[in-house]
Nanobody, 128 residues
Framework: EVQVVESGGGQVMAGGSLRLSCGSSGYADGEYSDYCRAWFRQAPGKEREGVASIGANGLPIYADSVKGRFTASSDSGNRTLYLEMNNMEPGDSAIYYC???????????????????WGQGTQVTVSS
């Protein structure tokens, strides 16, 4: 079974930066880069929302709210997904979740129902 584990959350001032990492296990050699991998976030009282995703073509897709500020990347050799967050805003405060699936995925997906494998989440807090 695929397992994913997030790290790198914390507290930062508005305008600051954080980098999240997501290690994965349970994929056979060469599989990892073919499947959808994504970052979601959930703020108190709000639904979980997609932030960024990468599929087999290697081109990230982003939620409109983070375009130009966040950058997703993937290291297939280490089976690790990253999220570089810059120029952060208080509205970015949330628990950030890494997620993945085992279905071929060409261009990434921000649809929550595409993802059966979830990490425990890491807290990100942005202070004004």
């Amino acid at each position: 079974e695929v397992q994913v584990v997030e790290s790198g959350g914390g507290q930062v001032m508005a305008g600051g930066s954080l980098r999240l990492s997501c290690g994965s296990s349970g994929y056979a050699d060469g599989e990892y880069s073919d499947y959808c991998r994504a970052w979601f976030r959930q703020a108190p009282g709000k639904e979980r929302e997609g932030v960024a995703s990468i599929g087999a073509n290697g081109l990230p897709i982003y939620a409109d709210s983070v375009k130009g500020r966040f950058t997703a990347s993937s290291d297939s050799g280490n089976r690790t997904l990253y999220l570089e967050m810059n120029n952060m805003e208080p509205g970015d405060s949330a628990i950030y979740y890494c997620t993945a699936n085992r279905l071929y995925c060409h261009g990434g997906s921000l649809w929550i129902r595409d993802y059966p494998f979830w990490g425990q989440g890491t807290q990100v807090t942005v202070s004004s």
